[in-house]
């Protein structure tokens, strides 16, 4: 038999959505091996050593097809099974004993010649098993591709020859939650998504996407386990970062439930009739701009306690009508060195450095009942004034209304209990320093040690007698999670907020980088990649010259991979059995062939990961205090405090860089 002369299987695994799990074998019997492909999806595999055992197997059947020879005799003895021997054949080569692997008799249908004879229609339309999943392409430079019904392309993972862009399906429609006519919801998959396909009757031209599933490329919003009391959506800006989105999300964990909503640019509510808003506890309200406040009728405004009203410049009160200002006790209008007060018994006290009443008409100055004095000697003012230093005291009290923003607020902190609750487990208070806040965490150091010691993957140090990593006591632990063991010299520098820019120029970063290796000359990359993923620039200089050794590991030269030399400018990937290896693989799939892209991806990465996440510090990174023994970025304890050498010498040399830092606070 002519047989295929290669045999292929391929299979997906979405814990490593960007792998290579090709498997193929030629086969060497086919005339022309390698030339003629079989190929088979899914392969049902997801370790490589699976794959090559079917390539092998498979390859091994088309070899014995093309070995299978037909005959026909009258040899009773031929049967399933058993073996015979062939001698003097007329082809020399034929001789040679045989494995029987079927046997026949003859049966027959006949039909009358004189009836015309047809085939009945018995050709099964093609129907697919069940739905497979795919991901979302479009056209070069678009992040949504989709048409008037919604629709989306896609590309199979078991497709080799589509080109991953809008060529690679027809349109696809798409489930959604609600669909009516001219109502309902729409989430449109966006390009590289991964979704769920379905075939309607399982008809392979009629496709459907019944859902979306989360690989390790693309993470859900929140870091789970540890926020998986949070529901909700976080969109994306078209063609933005993690920082660009409208987000609607629920905080369930017991006795911290929170609602947050956030519009990225405007937001817009219409109510056509009654609207009500009631807070149980504190209300905050901040308007960064200006605030028009329109009522047609008529308005009350009713406070139960005490009110103040500031304003850092002037203020006009204008009605049409009436203007009536009423108080229960005591009225007073002060200024600076002069004042006027009402009080309800009927005393009326003005004091003042002088006075200039005029007027056009006559005037009445009356004393019903008793007399006027003018110019009494040793009188004293009924009341006081404010003073010289009233305008700067007014002044203050509004600035202390508005402290500075931190990077990503829309808003600054709201004043006093009426601070509104930030995102995560650790909320901002007051400055600990200039340009220092506080976290705080409701548990103690001794409780964190205790977590991070009974992880699975313990934390470790480095041994000098046995030039290796060990498992860290609770003492060597404690030593690099309590924080008041590092508030002084370079180890403050670990408490740097890794999220807001250094305002660092290129010609500092240049002499930084000068005589690093590899790293040496990347100062733009390194601005570029800061600006762009909102990652402190500094930091990511300083932490890839800690992984490269300065630019001159085997990562930051280039490792040769499948014939193409890929860099990995972070550590990303690389485990601690196999670090270059593991590492260069990594930047494979990520496709850092160049010193550049590694940069550029692995600030990306490092953005996703942590310091867009909530993890903005590298104490954050290494010990994730907002949720211990997840999402940790080592597991060396003196890891972040390694790191803050070269952090406080690149600082050192930008005397003009800002600094804020984010210290945790434990109870």
């Known amino acids: 038999s002519v047989t295929p002369g290669m045999y292929s299987t391929d299979d997906y695994d979405f814990r490593k959505p960007n792998a290579w799990m090709l498997q193929a074998r030629q086969n060497p019997a086919s005339p022309v091996p390698g030339a003629v492909d079989v190929y088979d999806w899914p392969g049902h595999f997801v370790d490589h050593s699976h794959g090559e055992s079917y390539a092998r197997i498979r390859q091994e059947v088309w070899q014995a097809e093309h070995h299978r020879v037909s005959g026909s005799g009258t040899a009773t003895g031929i049967a399933p099974g058993y073996t015979f021997s062939v001698l003097n054949a007329p082809h020399f080569s034929d001789n040679g004993e045989y494995l029987v692997t079927s046997a026949h008799n003859i049966d027959f249908t006949v039909l009358p010649s004189s009836v015309t004879w047809r085939t009945p229609p018995e050709t099964p339309w093609p129907k697919t098993h069940g739905p497979q999943t795919a991901k979302v392409v479009g056209p070069k430079g678009e992040s949504i591709w989709t048409d008037r019904y919604g629709r989306v392309k896609v590309k199979f993972h078991w497709d080799r020859l589509a080109k991953g862009d809008d060529t690679s399906s027809c349109w696809v429609r798409v489930s959604s939650a609600w669909a009516g006519q001219g109502f309902g919801g729409v989430q449109i998959p966006r390009v590289n998504d991964e979704v769920v396909v379905d075939f309607i009757n399982g008809d392979p031209d009629r496709p459907l996407i019944i859902g979306r599933v989360y690989n390790e490329a693309s993470m859900p919003p929140w870091a789970l386990p540890a926020a998986a009391t949070q529901m909700g959506f976080l969109s994306r800006s078209k063609d933005g970062t993690a920082d660009t989105a409208n987000a609607l999300r629920f905080e369930d964990k017991a006795g911290e439930e929170h ?25 905050s309200h901040y308007a960064g701009g200006n605030e028009l406040y329109r009522v047609e009728t008529n308005r009350v405004h009713g406070v139960k306690g005490g009110e103040e009203r500031l304003t850092g410049k002037g203020k006009l009160d204008a009605v049409v009508d009436t203007y009536v200002v009423g108080s229960g006790t005591q009225l007073r209008l002060e200024c600076g060195e002069s004042a006027i007060e009402l009080n309800a018994n009927g005393q009326i006290n003005i004091v003042g450095k002088g006075f200039n009443i005029f007027v056009q008409g006559d005037g009445h100055i009356t004393t019903s009942g008793g007399k006027l004095n003018l110019n009494t000697d040793g009188a004293k003012p009924g009341t006081s004034a404010p003073g010289s230093g009233h305008k700067q005291n007014i002044s203050q009290a509004v600035e202390n209304l508005f402290p500075p923003k931190q990077k990503g607020q829309a808003a600054p902190a709201a004043p006093k209990a009426a601070a509104a609750p930030a995102q995560g487990a650790a909320a901002p208070l007051a400055n600990a320093a200039s340009g220092d806040k506080k976290s705080k965490y409701d548990y103690s150091v001794d409780e964190m040690v205790k977590k991070q010691k009974g992880l ?61 290796g590899t790293l040496s000359g990347q100062e733009q990359t390194y601005l570029d990649a800061a600006k762009k993923y909102n990652v402190n620039e500094a930091y990511l200089a300083a932490h890839s010259a800690l992984e490269t050794g300065n630019g001159t590991s085997e990562l930051a030269k280039g490792v040769m991979v499948n014939g193409t030399k890929v860099y990995n400018m972070y550590g990303i990937g690389a485990l601690d059995h196999n670090a270059v290896q593991t590492g260069a693989n990594y930047a494979y799939k990520q496709g850092w062939t160049t010193p550049a892209k590694a940069i ?40 972040a405090t390694a790191q803050t050498t070269s952090m406080k010498k690149i600082f050192d040399s930008f005397p003009n860089a800002n600094l804020s830092f984010d210290i945790p606070d434990f109870k």
């Open 259 to 283: 609602l947050w909503i956030q519009a990225q640019k405007n937001m817009d509510t219409h109510v056509k009739n009654d609207a009500s808003h009631s807070v149980a506890n504190n209300h």
């Open 456 to 516: 699975k993957a313990r934390p470790l140090k480095w041994d000098k007698t046995s030039k290796g990593f060990v498992d860290a006591t609770e003492g060597d632990i404690k030593k690099y999670v309590d924080p008041a063991n590092h508030m002084e010299g370079k180890d403050k520098y670990q408490f740097v907020d890794l999220s807001s820019s250094s305002g660092i120029s290129k010609e500092d970063m240049s002499t930084f980088l000068k005589d690093k």
């Open 600 to 639: 550029d991806g692995g600030a990306k990465w490092i953005s996703d990961k942590f310091v867009g996440s909530g993890q903005n510090t590298l104490y954050k990174m290494r010990w994730n205090p907002a949720a211990p023994g997840t999402h940790q970025y080592a597991t060396d304890v003196n890891w």
